[in-house]
């Protein structure tokens, strides 16, 4: 990530609406550093899309403020912007060559054309092209179509990249070596890059921070650790990874712990996060690597009978659905490691977790 202590791009109080009454943007205040990678993930409709139109220029905001490198973008056009862009769909130009549509965007900047084929060059080497210029958008695979559309967008040296859900249309395991390749050309470059998906893997894969969007509003904004240990609520504890969820009321709370009750089974120990007082409803996340099965006596606060309901194997851990609690869909994730007890559905098993990995949250 970047060193400068001034932000790069500033939203500041950021409204977008597109018929006057509803906001898909709200109050958003952003802050990206030079040099970071940025991701912006949440759900259809949730406002990043537009968010990242709006940096681009292709949408202005109703309400508010965005600057790039200290100068005020709101009626700055796209194209004089020095963004460079990457879309799903590649966007290429499928009559011209590979070289042809590296060039473009530096022509039309008035590139000299002594420069031009040193950069088509050195931007084909970047996505480990070099062979491949005399080829049309057609004669490519999808994953080589998808570089150049980078390199299209790197060629120009941008002082910032957006990313659109580039990685949609690649099947999974090309989707996953792309995210790989875009992170290190990030970390050779240096360049800062927004970028748009609703997929959470790719998102912690490739980002230095994340910010979540639903419903027009930025729910958390972190790195992705701290974003998939750490959730703030219980929306982030929902979209990021696996969760089990628990829902019960407040009983006692302080000094940095809490304890709550689940209508009819039990008592947890909880840690508080979005909870103040007791009487209040919570729900409880719960990641399932942190639950244990059949530990030691007296080793966890959070100690319960549960009877296993269905095993799935998946190589490197075994996904066990148990019923606890009251919850007949609560998942742990058993590493498939030495020691790790034979089960089969309908044996009975303590699982039991630390009071720190449950983390009372907002009532979902």
């Known amino acids: ?10 939203f500041s109080d950021v409204q977008k609406t597109y018929d006057g009454e509803i906001l898909v943007v709200k109050n958003l205040n952003l802050t990206i550093e030079r040099g970071e990678f940025l991701t912006l993930l949440g759900p259809s409709g949730s406002g990043k899309t537009t968010t990242l139109m709006m940096l681009a220029g292709f949408e202005v905001p109703t309400h508010g403020r965005i600057e790039i490198d200290k100068v005020e973008v709101n009626n700055v056009a ?7 862009m990457v879309f799903q769909n590649y966007a290429l130009f499928p009559h011209m060559t590979v070289e042809e549509n590296l060039a473009f965007p530096l022509q039309v900047r008035k590139v000299p054309k002594s420069e031009i084929a040193a950069k088509v060059e050195r931007a084909l080497d970047m996505v480990q092209m070099p062979a491949m210029g005399k080829r049309r958008p057609a004669q490519l ?63 912690l894969t490739m980002s230095d921070r994340v910010a979540v969007f639903n419903d027009g509003i930025i729910q958390q904004l972190a790195r992705p650790a701290d ?39 039990g008592q947890v120990a909880a840690t508080p996060i979005s909870v103040r007082d007791a009487g209040s409803p919570t729900t409880l996340s719960l990641r399932p690597e942190r639950v244990r099965i059949n530990p030691e006596a007296g080793q966890y606060p959070n100690q319960f009978e549960a009877e296993v309901q269905e095993l ?17 869909n609560f998942i ?33």
Not at 190 to 201: A, E, N
Not at 312 to 328: E, Q, W
């Open 1 to 10: 990530m970047g060193t400068s202590t001034d932000p790069f791009v500033v």
């Open 78 to 84: 796209p194209h004089k912007r020095n963004i460079g």
């Open 141 to 203: 695979s999808g994953g080589q179509q998808q570089r150049v559309a980078l390199a299209r967008a790197l060629v120009f040296d941008p002082k910032l990249v957006l990313m659109d859900e580039p990685l949609g249309a690649l099947d999974k395991q090309l989707r996953e070596h792309m995210q790989i390749e875009i992170k290190h050309i990030h970390e050779r470059l240096g360049v800062t890059i927004v970028y748009v998906t609703h997929d959470q893997s790719e998102a």
């Open 227 to 265: 974003l998939y240990e750490r959730p703030e609520n219980s929306f982030v504890a929902q979209f990021i990874g696996e969760n089990n969820r628990l829902n019960g009321k407040v009983t006692s709370i302080g000094n940095g712990a809490c304890t709550v009750a689940i209508e009819g089974q």
């Open 312 to 328: 799935i194997y998946l190589g490197d851990h075994t996904r066990c659905r148990v019923s606890v609690l009251g919850n007949a």
């Open 332 to 364: 742990v994730k058993v590493p498939n490691a030495e020691g790790v007890p034979a089960m089969s559905p309908g044996q009975k098993v303590r699982v039991a977790w630390k009071a720190e990995d449950c983390r009372a949250l907002d009532a979902f």
